[in-house]
């Protein structure tokens, strides 16, 4: 009942700054937790980061202090600000929705009911 679009993947050099943007269709989510994931190539689905409707935010550890979460309630938009990208942040990235509050589980896949289909993002070294 809830779709999702991720956009503003692209090719980045070492060092460079993209911005990605999920937005959502169906029911209203702006009561949703909204995640960031990612998978490279063999490698399973790893969390990134998330956002709570409070605007609480949660980060893995290699992402903090380059990333950013944020949301806009109005437009069930979320976004993720990339900056000083490296060639190890170079994956598909997943925006997901889920109930809840932010807890341990928002880092599980499993925790989240709707993905969006992804972008791709890639940096080169």
């Known amino acids: 009942q809830v779709q999702l679009v991720e956009s503003g993947g692209g090719l980045v050099q070492t060092g460079g700054s993209l911005r990605l943007s999920c937005a959502t269709f169906?029911?209203?989510?702006?009561?949703?937790?909204m995640g960031w994931f990612r998978q490279a190539p063999g490698k399973e689905r790893a969390f990134v980061a998330a956002?709570?409707?409070?605007?609480?935010?949660m980060y893995t550890e290699s992402v903090k202090g380059r990333f950013t979460i944020s949301r806009d309630n109005a437009n069930n938009t979320v976004y993720l600000q990339m900056n000083s990208l490296k060639p190890e942040d170079t994956a598909v990235y997943y925006c997901?929705?889920?109930?809840?509050?932010?807890?341990?589980?928002?880092?599980?896949?499993?925790?989240?009911?709707?993905w969006g289909p992804g972008t791709q993002v890639t940096v080169s070294s």
């Open positions: 956002v709570a409707y409070s605007g609480d935010t």
């Open positions: 169906g029911r209203t989510v702006s009561t949703y937790i």
């Open positions: 997901g929705v889920t109930t809840g509050r932010l807890s341990m589980a928002t880092r599980m896949p499993r925790t989240y009911s709707f």
